[in-house]
C-alpha cells in the first residue's frame, strides 16, 4: 500500500516562506520521481515542482519558478516543496505525488502520477 503525507501547510503572511515535507511509504521512494502540485479554488490542479529519481533534475511551474525548490532525502523517504516569498496567488492544497515506473522521466501532468497525498493547506495573507 502507497501511502504519502502531506506536511507543513500553515497560514503565512505574505513573503514570509514555508516548507512543505512529504513522507512516502510502501514504495520504493529512492528509484521514483516525485512532484507537488497545488489546486487553489475555482482553478485546475497546477504543476508546482517535480524531481528525478536521481535529484539530479528538477522541473518548476512557470508561477513557482526561482521561488520554489524540490528536494528529496531518500534515506528519510521523504521529499519538501521550500518556498519562499510567498503570496497571496500561492494559497492552495498541495499534493505530493509519485508515479508507478521506477526510473520514469518527470511528468507536468496530474496524470503521470498514480499516487497522492491527502493535501496540506497553505495560507498566504496579504
Known amino acids: 500500500q502507497v501511502q504519502l503525507v502531506e506536511s507543513g501547510g500553515r497560514s503565512v503572511q505574505s513573503g514570509e516562506s514555508l516548507r512543505l515535507s512529504c513522507l512516502v511509504t510502501g514504495h520504493d521512494f529512492s528509484i521514483h520521481p516525485m512532484a507537488w502540485f497545488r489546486q487553489a479554488p475555482g482553478k485546475e490542479r497546477e504543476f508546482v515542482a517535480a524531481i528525478t529519481w536521481s535529484g539530479s533534475q528538477t522541473s518548476y511551474g512557470d508561477s513557482v519558478k526561482d521561488r520554489f525548490t524540490i528536494s528529496r532525502d531518500n534515506a528519510r523517504s521523504t521529499f519538501y516543496l521550500q518556498m519562499n516569498s510567498l503570496t497571496s496567488e500561492d494559497t492552495a492544497v498541495y499534493y505530493c505525488?509519485?508515479?508507478?515506473?521506477?526510473?520514469?522521466?518527470?511528468?507536468?501532468?496530474?496524470?503521470?502520477?498514480?499516487?497522492w497525498g491527502q493535501g496540506t493547506q497553505v495560507t498566504v495573507s496579504s
Open positions: 505525488a509519485t508515479g508507478p515506473n521506477p526510473r520514469s522521466a518527470l511528468s507536468i501532468r496530474p496524470q503521470g502520477y498514480e499516487y
